[in-house]
């Protein structure tokens, strides 16, 4: 069994920041980073709006550079996945497997992850064609055109937002309506540069390139290149030519671990009880995507990381 002062739970940047400011705080963090380390900016290519990198960013090496800074300053960073916690009592549990460690301070920080639709050479795509952030990624699609998988109000933002970039915005649902409310329906229907492909489903990526890829090196020269959708009304198959595509069908928050230690809302979101950062149990904390359903951005977590770990330092200090 080890003890720490904080244990960090989480690599993204919402965790990596918090591991950042605990160890120059002299906490001595322990981070578990979980095999998939990183969060979802490891999925990312060029990151255009981290500040800071006014020629952009590779999402991998940002991430690469926090983990190097954390550890500088003294964080200890385990590339586990935490299995279990017990937070009935203090000093809180934390197990990996059957190793189990100890935290006066626990920051959770295992964000969220986007759902995807499965179809074959998906994840080769990602940072290719294949986007789950229209903020992040919009504005490489100048006068090109884009689909969007989706009908909530997340498909709806989305894709307003995609038309102020792309000179066409194809809408993809499976439904014959959407799910998103009415406003955000309305204000999407009469824009004229949005159409909407009801009843529709994807059923392969079109690429330059035929995949699977014979040879790593292609994905330099890797272009996507449309969809072939399927009309299940009608059980016609067609082909859209559309430079990339942004799904929209939902985000999953990695809080299944923490499910009957601290509250969360219908969705697995867990529930910060002053509006941000701090939960239902002393001593422990959130930031980032596993709270934050709205934003959803690196920098956003980011910021939130620092805030946990000033919440952790003070309530550890005022422990002693």
């Known amino acids: 069994m080890k003890h720490t002062k904080v244990a960090i739970i989480g690599s993204g940047p919402a965790g990596l920041t918090a591991a950042i400011y605990t160890a120059r705080a002299d906490l001595s963090p322990l981070v578990f980073g979980g095999e998939k380390y990183g969060g979802q900016l ?41 299995t279990k916690v017990d937070f009935s009592q203090m000093p809180y549990k934390i197990f990996v497997d059957e190793d189990e460690y100890t935290a006066d301070s626990v920051i959770i920080a295992t964000g969220a992850k986007a759902k995807w639709l499965g179809l074959p050479n998906e994840m080769t ?67 004229a ?46 082909s859209l030519e559309v430079n990339g595509i942004f799904l929209a069908v939902g985000y999953e928050p990695m809080s299944k671990v923490f499910e009957g230690q ?5 969705k697995g ?15 422990i904390f959130v930031c980032g995507d596993v709270e934050d359903y709205r934003y959803r951005q690196a920098i956003v977590a980011s910021g939130a990381g620092c805030m946990s770990a000033m919440e952790a330092e003070t309530y550890l200090r005022e422990k002693e």
């Open 42 to 82: 490891m999925l990312t290519t060029t990151v255009e709006n981290f500040p800071g990198f006014p020629e952009g960013v590779q999402g991998p090496k940002l991430m690469m550079d926090m983990i190097k800074q954390a550890q500088k300053f003294g964080a200890e960073i385990m590339f586990r996945s935490v």
């Open 125 to 191: 795509m990602v940072g290719r064609g294949i986007s789950t952030c229209a903020t992040c990624d919009a504005a490489f699609y100048k006068d090109k055109k884009v689909a969007v998988v989706g009908g909530g109000d997340t498909a709806m933002e989305d894709s307003l937002f995609l038309t102020r970039f792309a000179s066409e915005v194809h809408i993809l649902h499976r439904r014959d309506s959407f799910r998103a409310s009415q406003v955000m329906q309305k204000k999407v229907l009469s824009n």
């Open 193 to 238: 540069k949005i159409t909407v492909h009801w009843n529709t489903e994807i059923k392969e990526y079109m690429s330059s390139i035929p995949l699977p890829l014979a040879h790593p090196s292609y994905l330099d020269s890797l272009r996507f290149t449309g969809i072939k959708i399927h009309n299940n009304k009608t059980n016609e198959d067609t």
């Open 262 to 266: 601290l509250d969360m809302d219908e």
């Open 269 to 283: 979101y867990i529930k910060p009880i002053d509006g941000k950062i701090k939960t239902s149990k002393e001593g």
